[in-house]
């Protein structure tokens, strides 16, 4: 393959633009997804809703969003738990399958607007 | 695309790839693999961190977690609990004290709290064999601004507004320097690098070129373009395998992209970059040294003028400057030079890369506002004297720099101000003595150094150190007189005053500041035949003190020269005149009983 040129300050942006993600992750993002991989959620399945976070950010280019993983909170019972960190409030949602990683992202990480049905429990 | 939610970043600097870095990277792509967690964590080898001792380091992100002293072994572990399970690993963090025992991330390590990294921003933080990773963090935009929005003019006057002065020792404005080599005529000009880093223990440039050198080539690039060069060399010592590496794969991928080459940007600016590996010589730091070097002819320096900016490198107008003056340019462009003249003080603008050794407990590299006080490098972030000894002076400046004292602590780093105590801000070596230090002794090592590396061109460098240095053997033996300082002093301001280059010029300063802050202790070796820290040996005694000897002979059994006689009841006694002063019997008493003094 003939290798790209760089023949304008666009082109270089261009460039910036497509590789942001190798140093997005570093900024620690401006929104935080957090999946509770302790014992009792890896059980009930948080390691295939981790999965489902990767691929549906991927699916949608999200890439200045930082994803962390967590160790038990104190509230197994309603694993597979995720949080989501936007403008410093932190939302969490309880018993999440896979098909609502999508509603999450869309309506809350990209829109800001709390998916109330599977909201468990909040701070600021 | 691929979006990877966790990137881990491994030293891969000249340091940690000694301490087994480079099995630690491939112990996580395993390991990465083996979990199948290789699509989602990305592994990037970085440059160096400036905490080398504390190495292999390893920083995860998102959480900017900061692990030290990582290896291969503890790989799984941190794969498994933090990657996997989100439990940061405690016992790899960096040990803080009280009700701080483990500090996760860089914002809290005390180490780091008061630096302020401008040339060593992305040293530690991008994989510097990447290039798009240097793009990502906004590189190459400044040299694009500059070529379609700004006149060369432009350009140098805002590295003049910026106050920006070189870091290679001399502290000359940058932006002053390039303007004469803009006046200069003619169709051929260079710029060069000077990579030599010929004192010993400093290693900032090293670091750069290692961990971010694409920094280094667009600075070469904007200073190229303000003064009209098309050609430039970066003058690299040999012993910098892993610098001069990064620095070819640099070039070829800025290449591969075209920004080194013809027609860049599709402007009328062309350049065209080289690396030339040097011996290693301290003077072939000396710019005009340097150029013959270049050129093959034998490193020794030349009388000036002709200054290089009107006939430099083959006798074509050339300007020269140390690796992180270059490396502050792309920045200063960026954000302008006010933005870079509002940090350090009225005529020292910006930061300084400081190389921190000795008796502190935390060494490294740190980068610093100009301004900052000696204390606040030495207390603040080195974290005071090792084994909490007493503070004794800071050697600042490398081989031809001044010891300060207590007094001094408070001082603000200053070009201006360091030069008025009699030491020099010098390339950024910053070597802490605690008590046990001798200040002749210190002052004798740092001239050794400078005499060897004289190139012998003018007798007053030549001949001059090498009586200085006699003087100081013998002061150190005892068998120094009171006119021995005069001569001495004598001898230091003739070497100063009358040598060709820096070298010469400055080697009598580590003489000077000592006689000058320290001058009760050449008079103790000189009177009292005594070295009150106990560092020269042919001053030293060793005496049993009686009523603490248990009389146990142990000291006797080990002396090698068997100087030692007694016996149990009637005690043990060290003969003076016999003793060859190998500390043995001092090493071996179990009661502590053997005085050195
Ligand atoms: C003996 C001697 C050794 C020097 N060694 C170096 C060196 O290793 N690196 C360096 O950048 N400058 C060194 N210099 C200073 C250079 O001559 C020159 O002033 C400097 O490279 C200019 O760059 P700057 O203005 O960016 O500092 C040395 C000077 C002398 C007299
Ligand atoms: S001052 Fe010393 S190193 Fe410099 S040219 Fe003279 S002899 Fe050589
Ligand atoms: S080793 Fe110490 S205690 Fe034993 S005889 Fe020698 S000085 Fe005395
Ligand atoms: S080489 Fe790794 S911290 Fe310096
Ligand atoms: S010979 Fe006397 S101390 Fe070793």
């Known amino acids: 393959m003939e290798q790209k040129k760089i023949t304008s300050l666009d082109d270089l942006r261009k460039i910036r633009e497509n590789s942001k993600d190798l140093s997005s992750a570093r900024s620690g993002g401006g929104t935080t997804v957090i999946v509770g991989m302790g014992t009792c959620g890896i059980a009930a399945g948080a390691r295939e809703i981790l999965n489902e976070v990767m691929s549906e950010l991927a699916r949608r280019n999200l890439d200045d969003i930082a994803v962390q993983t967590t160790g038990c909170i104190g509230m197994c019972q309603d694993e597979p738990l995720l949080d989501v960190i936007r403008s410093g409030q932190r939302v969490t949602y309880g018993r999440v399958k896979p098909e609502d990683v999508p509603t999450i992202i869309a309506e809350h990480v990209v829109n800001g607007r709390v998916v109330e049905k599977l909201a468990i429990g909040r701070a600021d | ?96 004290s009280g009700d701080m025992p483990a500090l996760p991330h860089y914002k809290d390590i005390p180490f780091y709290g008061k630096q302020h990294r401008i040339a060593l921003a992305n040293c530690g933080y991008i994989n510097p064999e990447n290039i798009d990773e240097y793009i990502a963090r ?104 892993l610098a001069i590496e990064r620095l070819k794969q640099a070039i070829t991928a800025a290449e591969g992209y075209g920004l080194l080459g013809d027609s860049i940007m599709n402007s009328s600016f062309s350049f065209h970059l080289h690396i030339k590996e040097g011996a290693g010589a301290f003077v072939c730091g000396e710019e005009t040294a340097l150029m013959g070097s270049i050129e093959g002819r034998r490193g020794m320096p030349r009388p000036r003028p002709p200054f290089p900016a009107n006939s430099g490198l ?45 008796k502190v407990k935390h060494t490294g590299l740190v980068e610093v506002p100009m301004g900052i006080t000696l204390r606040e490098i030495v207390f603040d972030i ?77 007798v007053p460098c030549r001949e001059g150190t090498k009586h200085m240095l006699l003087l100081l053997e013998k002061i150190t033996e005892g068998k120094g007189t009171m006119e021995d300082l005069d001569t001495l002093e004598e001898l230091a301001h003739m070497v100063r005053d009358m040598s060709l280059c820096g070298l010469g010029q400055t080697a009598p300063n580590p003489v000077l500041t000592t006689l000058r802050y320290f001058r009760e202790e050449y008079i103790a070796h000189i009177r009292d035949k005594r070295c009150p820290a106990g560092a020269c040996t042919a001053l030293l005694r060793y005496t049993i003190l ?28 060290i003969e003076t005149d016999k003793c060859i002063r190998c500390g043995t019997c001092f090493e071996k008493c179990p009661f502590g009983a053997i005085e050195k003094k």
């Open chain 2, 138 to 241: 906004g590189g190459y935009e400044a040299l694009g601004k500059a070529i379609t929005s700004m006149t060369p003019a432009q350009v140098i006057d805002e590295v003049k507004t910026s106050g920006l002065r070189g870091r290679g020792g001399g502290g000359f404005p940058t932006g002053l320097k390039w303007s004469f080599c803009a006046a200069a005529g003619g169709e051929k000009k260079y710029v060069i690098c000077n990579a030599d880093e010929g004192d010993p223990g400093a290693f900032m440039d090293r670091s750069i070129l290692e961990g971010d050198p694409h920094s280094v080539i667009e600075g070469m690039m904007l200073g190229a373009y303000a003064m009209g060069a098309d050609e430039g060399y970066i003058y690299c010592r040999a012993e910098y395998p």
């Open chain 2, 382 to 458: 080195g974290g005071g004297i090792l084994n909490d000894k007493k503070f004794k002076a800071v050697q600042i400046g490398g081989p031809s720099g001044g010891c300060l004292t207590e007094e001094h602590l408070d001082t603000p780093v200053s070009y201006e101000s360091l030069t008025a105590l009699g030491a020099i801000m010098g390339s950024g070596g910053l070597v802490v003595m605690d008590e046990d230090n001798c200040m002749v002794d210190v002052a004798k090592f740092f001239l050794e150094f400078t005499q060897k590396e004289s190139c012998g061109k003018c």
């Open chain 2, 546 to 573: 009686q009523d603490v000897c248990k009389k146990c002979g142990i000291c006797a059994k080990n002396c090698p020269v068997h100087c030692i006689p007694g016996d149990r009841n009637s005690g043990y006694r």
């Open chain 2, 1 to 96: 695309m691929t979006i990877f939610r966790s990137h881990v970043l491994i030293c891969g600097g000249t340091g940690c790839t000694s301490s087994g870095a480079a099995e630690v990277i491939g112990s996580f792509k395993q390991e990465l693999a083996r979990r199948k967690l290789d699509g989602e964590v990305l592994v990037v080898p970085t440059g160096c961190h400036g905490m080398c001792e504390m190495g292999p380091i390893v920083v995860v992100y998102p959480e900017g977690t900061f692990y030290c002293k990582v290896t291969a072994n503890d790989v799984p572990e941190i794969v498994e609990e933090h990657i996997y399970k989100g439990r940061p690993v405690q016992r790899l963090m960096y040990e803080g």
């Open chain 2, 314 to 358: 083959w006798g074509y107008p050339t300007n020269i400057n140390n690796v992180e003056t270059w490396a502050n340019v792309p920045q200063i462009i960026s954000n302008g030079g006010e933005w870079y003249a509002s940090m350090g003080t009225e005529k020292s603008k910006g930061t300084k890369v400081f190389a921190l050794t000795g």
